[in-house]
């Protein structure tokens, strides 16, 4: 006679529910989100990302599309005057206003959600840009990590940030104020 512990059928039935899930095939909402990885190219990359910027953000698009180049760590040091983005403290992107160029950091892999999101990120730039007056470069870079955020959290998945640093850049209060 064969006998089953309370813990065997609780793993017997977790394993039919992945199994379950696994050949479920995917609803349209969800094939929605993860199509940016079917891009073929990083032109079409970028049009799956203006499209959930448009649906997702009020900004306008930019009737210019962006100039995108990657660089590595030291040549993304030596540019100055334009915002960038990054997860865990290290700066994995940045946007020109000026020449309407993104840099995205070696290595970058587009099937990779979170550097996708980098780009996504500069691309919210690119959008401000257009959209006009900002009292300091930093005050743009609160919408640009919290929309960044958003299509993270869509896919499950955290943005490793520092929001007070965030905070700080985006009220563009004067460094190293010092009362007399």
Same mark, same amino acid.
């Given at each position: 006679?064969?006998?089953?512990?309370?813990? =065997?059928?609780?793993?017997?039935?977790?394993?039919?529910?992945?199994?379950?899930?696994?050949?479920?095939?995917?609803?349209?909402?969800?094939?929605?989100?993860?199509? $940016?990885?079917?891009?073929?190219?990083?032109? #079409?990359?970028?049009?799956?990302?203006?499209? $959930?910027?448009?649906?997702?953000?009020?900004?306008?698009?930019?009737?210019?599309?962006?100039?995108?180049?990657?660089?590595?760590?030291?040549?993304?040091?030596?540019?100055?005057? =334009?915002?960038?983005?990054?997860?865990?403290?290290?700066?994995?992107?940045?946007?020109?206003?000026?020449?309407?160029?993104?840099?995205?950091?070696?290595? $970058?892999?587009?099937?990779?959600?979170?550097?996708?999101?980098?780009?996504?990120?500069?691309?919210?730039?690119?959008?401000?840009?257009?959209?006009?007056?900002?009292?300091?470069?930093?005050?743009?870079?609160?919408?640009?990590?919290?929309?960044? #955020?958003?299509?993270?959290?869509?896919?499950?998945?955290?943005?490793?940030?520092? $929001?007070?640093?965030?905070?700080?850049?985006?009220?563009?209060?004067?460094?190293?104020?010092?009362?007399?």
């Amino acid at each position: 006679m064969l006998s089953f512990s309370r813990t =065997s059928l609780r793993l017997a039935r977790k394993m039919v529910v992945c199994v379950l899930i696994a050949v479920t095939p995917l609803t349209t909402e969800a094939e929605g989100l993860l199509a $940016w990885r079917d891009a073929r190219s990083m032109t #079409q990359l970028v049009a799956h990302l203006d499209h $959930w910027l448009d649906a997702n953000t009020s900004l306008a698009r930019n009737a210019n599309a962006p100039q995108i180049s990657w660089i590595d760590r030291h040549s993304l040091a030596l540019l100055s005057g =334009s915002q960038h983005a990054g997860y865990g403290g290290n700066p994995r992107g940045r946007y020109d206003p000026d020449s309407a160029a993104i840099y995205l950091v070696r290595p $970058w892999d587009r099937r990779d959600p979170r550097d996708v999101s980098v780009l996504l990120h500069e691309m919210i730039h690119h959008r401000q840009a257009v959209a006009g007056y900002f009292y300091c470069p930093g005050a743009q870079e609160l919408p640009a990590y919290r929309t960044q #955020q958003k299509w993270l959290a869509e896919l499950g998945l955290e943005l490793d940030v520092n $929001w007070i640093a965030v905070v700080l850049e985006s009220g563009c209060s004067p460094r190293d104020f010092h009362p007399d």
